[in-house]
């Protein structure tokens, strides 16, 4: 089982970035694909990006791609998600998630995840 832990969340204006982290504890966090999610009020969790146990593949959404960069040091068991370039729209609260084992690609459906953190709020002022 692992445990996850998000922080780095905040207010920011946009065009301003932001670097959420996400720290697990437990056993084998090396083997897990992880993901972020975020939802808006009144809107379904959806994928942000994730990155194989490896860290030698990530995958974006449209919405983030150039703008987002997730990382993941499994010395640490940490995860990050470096966001730039903020947007209103990407207001939301940020979860981190860990889906299947030694997969090498990341998938992108909230189903296939199995264990998430508590979630952190962003919010960009326009």
């Known amino acids: 089982q692992v445990q996850l832990a998000e922080s780095g969340g905040g207010l920011v204006q946009s065009g301003g970035s932001l670097r959420l982290s996400c720290a697990a504890s437990?056993?084998?966090?090396?083997?897990?694909?992880m993901g972020w999610f975020r939802q808006a009020p009144g809107k379904e969790r959806e994928f942000v990006g994730g990155i194989t146990w490896s860290g030698r593949s990530t995958y974006y959404a449209d919405s983030v791609k150039g703008r987002f960069t997730i990382s993941r040091d499994n010395a640490k068991n940490t995860v990050t998600l470096q966001m730039n370039s903020l947007k209103p729209e990407d207001t939301a609260v940020y979860y981190c998630?860990?889906?299947?084992?030694?997969?090498?690609?990341?998938?992108?459906?909230?189903?296939?995840?199995?264990?998430w953190g508590q979630g952190t709020q962003v919010t960009v002022s326009s």
């Open positions: 998630a860990a889906g299947p084992k030694y997969r090498s690609v990341v998938v992108k459906e909230v189903r296939d995840y199995d264990y």
């Open positions: 437990g056993r084998a966090f090396s083997d897990y694909t």
